[in-house]
């Protein structure tokens, strides 16, 4: 009933910053009506991590490992989710993969890879 579709991700030099966007598309009812949404990362080898989320009310959480870095937004108007991803450091490099939540269901984007080299 929902589509994620992730977009933003690209090579970047340490130091810089990007910025990732996910739209939400699909079922009227569901897409206007999702819970929380929010980002996961996976890297070559190690297990899907979470890297932040919000509430559809727009309160965020953020890793420890991403927190004065990294920033999760939200426009319900646009059914979308943003990322914005700054002093981004080599170990940030991974799959970044957009998370929805309708519940008791889980939505997940096909990934967008951030490669960050030092």
């Known amino acids: 009933q929902v589509q994620l579709a992730e977009s933003g991700g690209g090579l970047v030099q340490a130091g810089g910053s990007l910025r990732l966007s996910c739209v939400a598309s699909g079922n009227f009812f569901f897409i206007n009506t999702l819970d929380t949404m929010g980002w996961y990362r996976q890297a070559p080898g190690k297990q899907r991590e979470l890297v932040a989320t919000i509430t559809r009310g727009g309160s965020p959480n953020h890793a420890d490992s991403v927190k004065g870095r990294f920033t999760i937004s939200r426009d319900n108007t646009k059914n979308t989710v943003y990322l914005q991803m700054n002093s981004l450091k080599a170990e940030d490099t991974a799959v970044y993969y957009c998370?929805?939540?309708?519940?008791?269901?889980?939505?997940w984007g096909q990934g967008t890879q951030v490669t960050v080299s030092s």
């Open positions: 998370y929805a939540r309708h519940n008791p269901d889980d939505y």
